[in-house]
Every structure is written in structure tokens, then in C-alpha cells.
């Protein structure tokens, strides 16, 4: 699977579209607060226009929408979405860049503009709570991007949408087919929640300062039953892909101890492998399959111990 099958390329779109909505002067800005990006948070600034009018345009962004965005930044996309309509829950971890954006944006979008000075893997969902109806709309800062989508996953209330500036090594991880190298625990985490539609490469020279890696922008959209899993099977995930490489029979005598071999064997034959198959062959919904066999021997033993 690749992510959102797009057909973006890796170009700039066109700087000439008049549609696309008007960006700051990243360079003069930064000037005027004396504020050089901090490489550590993943400050790297959006400086095309037309980049931002995607973002958009995937989310289908209207002014009835509330809109989670992580580190605004400068608040170039945060001023697009506000300009639209939308309600925006923000939250940025650089103090210099919060107050940027208090003094910049807070004045002028009082009732719709809602920012929060913190980390995103504290407030995943920018402070907002209790929202059965919302998106997610951010350019993420690169080195959090899988602990945040993990805390993401495991919110009460999903978004009904998630457009994300991603490094494109991460969203090739999230997006992986079954049987490749990228795929992963939080692969089978991410796809079992959410459909991928097309999204769109983006160049580094789209970024000041200009980043080592291209991006991409990831389209995802929940599916109607998306599946939840819980912090047991979540480990379970993790343990078993920390050696994707060895075989499943070895694994699952150490990691589901108590389950005869014999059930879990027949599980995998029924599902065309074998206990010689390894970790990244099987494909998500094998997986929840297993997991459900597991979550029924725990049940099973907790009975018996009760008994």
C-alpha cells in the first residue's frame, strides 16, 4: 500500500493559483521576534502558499467544521483554516511561537481561535474535549509523529478526518502493506481505523529552513467501524514486531503462554500461513483475528481462576 495511491509527484504546485490563500513572510516574521527555528522541535515553516490551499482542499475544511491543529507555528495554516470559518483548537509548545500567536491571532478570531502553550503528547487533541465531530488539520513536528498518532488512536472520540504533514519516510510506515519493511504495530493500529485516500508528496523546498527529507500530506478518513485496541494488545503488537523478522511459532509460545499451540497453529492455517510465517506478513485484520482468540484464552483463564 502506498500512501493515499497519489498523484501529486514530487513538484511545488503551481505559486500562481489565485485561490490559494496568502502566506506570511516566514523569513521577516522570525526577524521581528528574534527567533531562530529550534531544529529540536521540528521547526521547519511552510513557505508555499499552495501547500496550505491542499491541506485545505483534502480536508474539505468549511466554516461548520472544529479543527484540531498541532504546532501552529507562525500560524500560517492556523490563519487559512480560521480565515475559512472554522473553529480551531491549537496547541504549541514554543513559548516564543505561542506568543506570536496570541498577539497575531487571538485579537482578531476571539470566539474561534482557541490556543493551549503545551506538549502535543500531553494535549493530542489540542485541549479539545467530548467533540463526537471534528478534524484534524497540522503540519506535525516530525519526531512526534508516532507517539501522537498512538494517542490519537487511543482517544475516546476519533476524527472524522486527519490531513497530516508527514516526513514521507513515516507515512510510507503508516500506509505499509503487509509483507513489507515498513510495516508495523502501528501500522495494523492506524489502518484499522482509517481509510487512506490520496494525499500529496511535498518538496522540501516547500519549508524554511529547507529539511534533509521530502514530505508528504496524508490523507485519512475514519472508517465506520473503526476498530480500538487496548494497552495489552497494544504491548502485544509492540513485542511481537520488536522481532518481525523470526518466526511466529517461537513468538507466540513465549507471548501467549497457556494457549495450546494447537489453536493458535490452526488459526494461522486457516488464515493461509503457518507458524513459520513472520510477524510483518500478516495483514491487519489477521491480526485483530488473533488478538480475539487471545482476548478469549485470557477470558477463559481469569473464569477458571474465579472458579
Not at 516574521?29 to 529540536?40: C, D, F, G, M, Q
Not at 521547526?43 to 504546532?71: C, H, M, W, Y
Amino acid at each position: 500500500m502506498k500512501p493515499g495511491n497519489d498523484k501529486g509527484g514530487n513538484e511545488r504546485l503551481s505559486t500562481e493559483d489565485s485561490s490559494s490563500p496568502p502566506l506570511l513572510d516566514t523569513r521577516a516574521i522570525l526577524r521581528k521576534i528574534e527567533h531562530s527555528p529550534i531544529r529540536k522541535l521540528g521547526q521547519n515553516f511552510l513557505t508555499d502558499p499552495n501547500i496550505i490551499r491542499k491541506s485545505l482542499e483534502l480536508a474539505q475544511v468549511t466554516a461548520k467544521d472544529t479543527i484540531v491543529e498541532i504546532g501552529p507555528g507562525l500560524g500560517t495554516l492556523t490563519r487559512a483554516l480560521l480565515q475559512k470559518g472554522a473553529t480551531v483548537h491549537a496547541v504549541e509548545k514554543d513559548p516564543a511561537l505561542t506568543q506570536w500567536l496570541r498577539n497575531d491571532l487571538c485579537p482578531h478570531y476571539p470566539d474561534t481561535f482557541h490556543l493551549t502553550e503545551g506538549d502535543a503528547l500531553q494535549y493530542p487533541t489540542a485541549g479539545l474535549l467530548n467533540s463526537a465531530d471534528y478534524k484534524i488539520v497540522a503540519n506535525l513536528p516530525y519526531a512526534i509523529s508516532t507517539p501522537w498518532i498512538e494517542k490519537v488512536l487511543a482517544w475516546p472520540e476519533l476524527p472524522s478526518v486527519m490531513v497530516l504533514m508527514l516526513q514521507k519516510e513515516t507515512a510510507d510506515r503508516f500506509a505499509a502493506s503487509a509483507g513489507t519493511k515498513h510495516f508495523s504495530a502501528i501500522t495494523i493500529l492506524l489502518q484499522e481505523a482509517y481509510n487512506f485516500a490520496p494525499g500529496h508528496r511535498v518538496s522540501a523546498r516547500c519549508f524554511h529552513p529547507v529539511p534533509k527529507i521530502d514530505s508528504y500530506l496524508l490523507h485519512l478518513r475514519k472508517k465506520d467501524h473503526p476498530v480500538f485496541f487496548d494497552n495489552g494488545q497494544k504491548d502485544f503488537l509492540r513485542r511481537v514486531f520488536t522481532q518481525r523478522r523470526k518466526q511466529l511459532g517461537g513468538q507466540l509460545r513465549k507471548l501467549l503462554p497457556g494457549l495450546p499451540p494447537a489453536q493458535w497453529e490452526a488459526f494461522l492455517i486457516k488464515e493461509g500461513y503457518s507458524a513459520q510465517s513472520r510477524a510483518e506478513e500478516i495483514p491487519p485484520t489477521a491480526w485483530v483475528a488473533l488478538l480475539r482468540l487471545r482476548e478469549k484464552h485470557l477470558q477463559k483463564a481469569i473464569s477458571s481462576d474465579h472458579d
